[in-house]
């Protein structure tokens, strides 16, 4: 990641990929746009304009000249404020959800469009797999992965702002941040083609992760835990407080939980498999995630 640019935004180079945690939008017909939301961590979720799931129907009615109304039912299944891109998740959901529910007819592309205005990590939530992000993120390469990859996820309650680890890091490496090379992820690249979990583990880096840890230190510990527990790769996902620990195999990731769990240091664990499909319409013209 390289230095903040006159814009505010970082140039990134973020190597994606989507794992079988989810969230669910359902959209129903509505005389205005509103929100509910149930699940996990529910109450911490806002309803009003500033989430990005109702920011996404508005921006989509305004695209396609639609007056009607929606109401967006949110089920929580990824951490709030856990740098494992929820938020962007809800608002691809809720553009995929509205775009059939009112029939817009606009193209993918188009839905792209509207998806990086709201967010880096919005087009990447709709299409899923795995990806090379680059710009802000939100400009897309696809890349092949072969196999399945393992996934372990220490899950804190207290969330950590986006935009205070970027201060964060600002403030550590100031002018020593260098603009991304390609070559960085070289070694990660091979790894995915390959389908090799052991390179894909010794190539993880999170540029974000010593400012994640100077705002919240007590990360080292799911950090030390998943090491002792011979993750392969372990680092905060994206600006944290979540951590990601890939495993050897399933049965491995379920090893890599209970110690989280057994050892303190996560308020839950997860467990996933990647890559999967992004943003799709589960059941009719009315459901999306």
Not at 27 to 44: F, I, K
Not at 95 to 107: F, P
Not at 193 to 201: K, P, T, V, Y
Request: aromatic share 4%; proline share 5%.
């Amino acid at each position: 990641m390289g230095p903040r640019r006159p814009d505010g935004y970082h140039p990134l180079s973020t190597v994606f990929q989507a794992v079988s945690v989810h969230e669910d939008v359902v959209a129903t017909p509505c005389a205005d746009v509103r929100l509910t939301v149930s699940g996990p961590q529910a109450e911490l979720v806002p309803t009003d304009e500033t989430n990005l799931a109702v920011r996404a129907a508005r921006a989509l009615a305004a695209r396609a000249g639609v007056e009607d109304g929606v109401h967006l039912h949110l089920h929580k299944g990824v951490p709030v404020a856990g740098g494992m891109a929820g938020g962007s998740a809800d608002a691809a959901a809720a553009l995929v959800a509205c775009d059939a529910l009112w029939h817009t007819g606009l193209s993918r592309e188009d839905l792209l469009e509207l998806a990086a205005d709201l967010g880096s990590d919005v087009p990447f939530s709709m299409t899923g797999h795995t990806a090379v992000g680059s710009g802000r993120g939100d400009l897309l390469t696809p890349v092949l992965a072969r196999g399945e990859f393992h996934w372990a996820f220490a899950v804190q309650d207290r969330g950590l702002s986006t935009a205070a680890v970027y201060q964060a890091f600002d403030e550590l490496l100031g002018d020593d941040a260098r603009d991304p090379d390609p070559q960085d992820d070289l070694a990660l690249m091979q790894a995915l083609l390959a389908g090799d979990a052991i390179a894909l583990g010794a190539a993880l880096h999170n540029d974000l992760q010593a400012a994640a840890l100077t705002l919240d230190p007590g990360l080292a510990d799911p950090l030390a835990v998943a090491r002792e527990t011979g993750a392969l790769g372990v680092v905060v996902s994206g600006s944290g407080p979540t951590v990601a620990a890939l495993a050897r195999s399933r049965q491995h990731a379920l090893v890599l939980a209970a110690a989280f769990t057994a050892s303190g240091v996560a308020d839950s664990v997860l467990t996933a498999v990647g890559p999967v499909a992004g943003t799709r319409v589960v059941s009719g013209a009315d459901q999306a995630g």
